[in-house]
Nanobody
């Protein structure tokens, strides 16, 4: 069992911003590719963004590209997701997840999940 703990979710109006954070044990965080996924009501969990272990490579879902920025601070064992220009369709539970050294968008290849944090964007 690995504890990934997300925070920073909440209610925001369309066009607003939020920053999510995720902390993880250092032995896991520092050497892992870290990811953000989300799951909206009635929909499957989907990939949002990922960042390499050293932060030099990132990838985004087309739906968030240009609006969201993923980053990490390995000294603090913390992953971030800066979300700008939020839309109602961004409403979902957001999860951080580790995928070891693998770059993947597939949920079935995730090693560990956080408990999720709710993001609600009102129109």
């Amino acid at each position: 069992q690995v504890d990934l703990v997300e925070s920073g979710g909440g209610l925001v109006q369309a066009g607003g911003s939020l920053r999510l954070s995720c902390t993880a044990p250092g032995r896991i965080f520092s050497s892992n590719v870290m990811n953000w996924f989300r799951q909206a009501p009635g929909k499957e969990r989907e990939f949002v963004a990922r960042i390499s272990w050293n932060g030099d490579s990132t990838d985004y879902a087309d739906s968030v590209k240009g609006r969201f920025t993923v980053s990490r601070d390995n000294a603090k064992n913390t992953l971030y997701l800066q979300m700008n220009s939020l839309k109602p369709e961004d409403t979902a539970v957001y999860y951080c997840a580790t995928t070891g050294t693998i770059y993947t968008r597939h949920t079935d290849l995730v090693n560990y999940w956080g408990q999720g944090t709710q993001v609600t964007v009102s129109s």
